[in-house]
């Protein structure tokens, strides 16, 4: 299992390039990210009915938003707010880091950093003692949990709250739900 310090993106990039997931610090709990959703199942030992979402670098990579739904993530992004559009779970971590290896990637998927069933992990040394034995495919990035709360989930499809965390839901809840044709 390989560890990397932030400064280390290009070659971090290059690992998820070539199969590997990675352990990373977000602006919420720590994630599990990869260009290969079907590794970050196997790791997570995840049921494959759960989606995952994908981290992207900039609001223009999500198709058929109206205009409120882009004033929304203009507000809230970069930020732990993650929203369904089209059925696919976007977010826009606000961690400049993470955004450049997005950028690398061209984008990827994500979910937190815990085996399913458990809690998220806090920081990379605890990534190394639960991950140990996936050490063919992981690689950890030093850093730690930024907050106690993850991301919250509202659904832009059905204007339908999926999860509370560190962002309170309600005023976006109003907005979508005063503004539903625009």
């Given at each position: 299992?390989?560890?990397?310090?932030?400064?280390?993106?290009?070659?971090?990039?290059?690992?998820?390039?070539n199969n590997k997931a990675?352990?990373?610090?977000?602006?919420?709990?720590?994630?599990?990210?990869?260009?290969?959703?079907?590794?970050?199942?196997?790791?997570?030992?995840?049921?494959?009915?759960?989606?995952?979402?994908?981290?992207?670098?900039?609001?223009?990579?999500?198709?058929?938003?109206?205009?409120?739904?882009?004033?929304?993530?203009?507000?809230?992004?970069?930020?732990?707010?993650?929203?369904?559009?089209?059925?696919?779970?976007?977010?826009?971590?606000?961690?400049?880091?993470?955004?450049?290896?997005?950028?690398?990637?061209?984008?990827?998927y994500s979910s937190s950093?815990?085996?399913?069933?458990?809690?998220?992990?806090?920081?990379?040394?605890?990534?190394?003692?639960?991950?140990?034995?996936?050490?063919?495919?992981?690689?950890?990035?030093?850093?730690?949990?930024?907050?106690?709360?993850?991301?919250?989930?509202?659904?832009?499809?059905?204007?339908?709250?999926?999860?509370?965390?560190?962002?309170?839901?309600?005023?976006?809840?109003?907005?979508?739900?005063?503004?539903?044709?625009?």
């Amino acid at each position: 299992m390989r560890i990397y310090d932030w400064n280390e993106l290009e070659q971090i990039a290059f690992e998820l390039k070539n199969n590997k997931a990675a352990i990373v610090e977000t602006d919420t709990v720590l994630g599990i990210v990869s260009l290969n959703p079907n590794l970050i199942y196997t790791i997570k030992k995840r049921n494959r009915n759960k989606k995952l979402i994908y981290f992207i670098d900039s609001i223009s990579e999500i198709k058929n938003l109206t205009k409120i739904e882009k004033y929304i993530l203009k507000k809230y992004w970069p930020g732990g707010l993650t929203i369904i559009k089209n059925g696919i779970g976007y977010r826009m971590p606000n961690h400049p880091k993470l955004l450049k290896l997005i950028n690398l990637t061209n984008g990827m998927y994500s979910s937190s950093a815990n085996l399913s069933k458990h809690q998220p992990i806090y920081d990379a040394q605890e990534a190394i003692t639960v991950f140990k034995k996936q050490n063919f495919n992981l690689v950890i990035v030093k850093g730690q949990q930024q907050s106690e709360a993850p991301s919250t989930i509202i659904d832009f499809d059905k204007i339908k709250v999926l999860r509370i965390g560190v962002i309170d839901p309600n005023p976006i809840i109003n907005i979508l739900s005063n503004n539903r044709s625009t």
